[in-house]
């Protein structure tokens, strides 16, 4: 790839050479020219070669994304970076309640994924995260983005919901820092429908909330997607966990749930790859959570328990599910079109024969949910010593729902840090012309613990 002053015929720069380009920033103002050459396989007669003038290099607005990336630094090979990051799939970004009533004040161009698709790849390199976990991302988006962009330094991996629209979370791990010796993958209505270690839970909680085995669990598309990683220059295992939670205003109980199957499911992998020692690897866990820090699945990360009577369980019994939860995931296709909610219920993977008997009366506990215990015990935030005012700024709305969680054999070294109210203001929230997302990346240093 050539740059070649603007107007100007002369002068040119090889700036690149490969099938992947990362465009020098001092590019900016000049003309890029691609030359294709036929591979060696192709006759040297072919007249495949060929030359293609792309265009101008446009520079980048500067602003409040550029300053907290310079306050957060480079890459120090001695720690671990970790990223989470959603990046609000294509086809959200598309709905009416997403244009009308979410980001009103955000332009039509900075919603379209080609001008986003830019500022999101630009953001994930200069992080440059050891491990990355992402959510809302479209296979198409992993395929044809991330995997040709990163695919050299990262293992990348892509976990759908169990949903009509294609997207999930990915998680890229930096191939010269982590060996990858597990991967797992979850949905949490089949997990929690079929596994023997909620069957308690499932019982009082089916007894309890009339809808919720028939109707409302069959439709959870929530999926939970988890590695286990050997750290190459201390050999120390560690186990990370990327998920993005149900969001419904009154489904606090449904995502306290969600929580206590995916903890069940990291805590097995840390008993599985124990040390001969009994040593269990360090935990890792990044997503968007959909909970503010003072809700009960942030409560039960956090200081380890949430009692049956918590306010999170109070709209347990009264939540249904209702068409507008479906038709505001449908959303559009990659190419534009409208997708239609499908109205028959998921199939899960229960053997029929595997009936739920209800948990008589009399053996209820108190209030409208069952106590949960976390069996990690409490988990740390990353963020503790530094906290956000906020991950997510939309259109009436702003708050933490994002988070980067660990051991007690971990800490933070270095947090990236947000951006004011005043700045995202100027623009009227979250996603910008300078930033492509309705959420803030989030990111930290971490170092293990000396025992």
């Given amino acids: 790839v050539m740059q070649v002053a603007a107007g100007s015929a002369s002068g040119c720069v090889e700036v690149g050479r ?8 001092e590019t900016a103002g000049r003309t890029l020219t691609l030359e294709a050459e036929p591979d060696q396989s192709i006759p040297a007669t ?3 070669k060929g030359t293609l003038r792309i265009g101008m290099v446009e520079e980048v607005q500067p602003g409040w994304p550029d300053e907290r990336l310079q306050k957060f630094g480079a890459r120090d090979s001695s720690k671990i970076r970790v990223v ?3 990046i609000l799939a294509v086809p959200y970004a598309r709905t009416q309640l997403a244009t ?28 440059d995260g050891d491990i990355v976990f992402l959510q809302e991302c479209t296979y198409f988006t992993y395929l044809k983005f991330l995997q040709p962009l990163f695919g050299d330094k990262y293992a990348i991996r892509c976990t759908l919901k169990a949903s009509h629209v294609s997207e999930g979370c990915v998680l890229m791990v930096r191939k010269e820092t982590f060996e990858v010796v597990e991967e797992k993958d979850f949905l949490f209505r089949n997990l929690f429908r079929t596994s023997k270690a909620f069957r308690p839970q499932l019982r009082e909680v089916a007894s309890k909330w009339p809808d919720f085995l028939g109707v409302i669990l069959p439709r959870m598309s929530t999926a939970f997607q988890l590695s286990v990683v050997r750290h190459r220059a201390s050999g120390k295992l560690l186990v990370l966990a990327n998920t993005h939670l149900f969001y419904h205003p009154n489904a606090r109980h449904i995502r306290l749930l969600q929580i206590r199957c995916m903890l069940e499911q990291v805590h097995e992998l840390r008993k599985k790859h124990s040390g001969a020692g009994g040593e269990l690897p360090h935990v890792v866990f990044g997503g968007d959570l959909n909970c503010l820090p003072e809700t009960g699945a942030v409560e039960l990360l956090l200081k380890g328990e949430v009692a049956s009577d918590a306010p999170d369980w109070e709209n347990s019994s009264q939540f249904a599910w209702r068409d507008e939860e479906a038709n505001a995931e449908a959303g559009e296709d990659e190419d534009g079109e409208p997708r239609l909610p499908s109205s028959s219920v998921p199939s899960m993977e229960a053997d029929e024969s595997d009936v739920v008997e209800p948990l008589p009366k009399e053996e209820w506990q108190k209030g409208s949910g069952v106590s949960l215990q976390n069996p990690l015990g409490c988990l740390i935030d990353a963020y503790a010593d530094a906290p956000l005012p906020f991950t997510n700024y939309v259109n009436e709305f702003n708050g933490i729902l994002d988070y980067i969680l660990i051991d007690k054999g971990l800490k933070t070294a270095r947090c990236l840090p947000s951006p004011s109210e005043e700045e995202l203001l100027v623009h009227g929230g979250l996603p910008s012309v300078l930033h492509p997302s309705d ?12 025992n």
Wanted: glycine residues 4%; contains cysteine.
């Fill in 18 to 25: 490969g099938s992947v380009l990362w465009v020098p920033e």
């Fill in 46 to 48: 072919s007249r495949s």
């Fill in 84 to 86: 989470s990051f959603n």
């Fill in 100 to 127: 009308q009533v979410m980001y009103p004040y955000c332009p039509a161009q900075a919603l379209d994924f080609a001008y986003r698709q830019p500022l999101l790849g630009r953001e994930l390199r200069r992080l």
């Fill in 439 to 450: 959420h803030l990346s989030i990111a930290v240093d971490l170092e293990f613990r000396n």
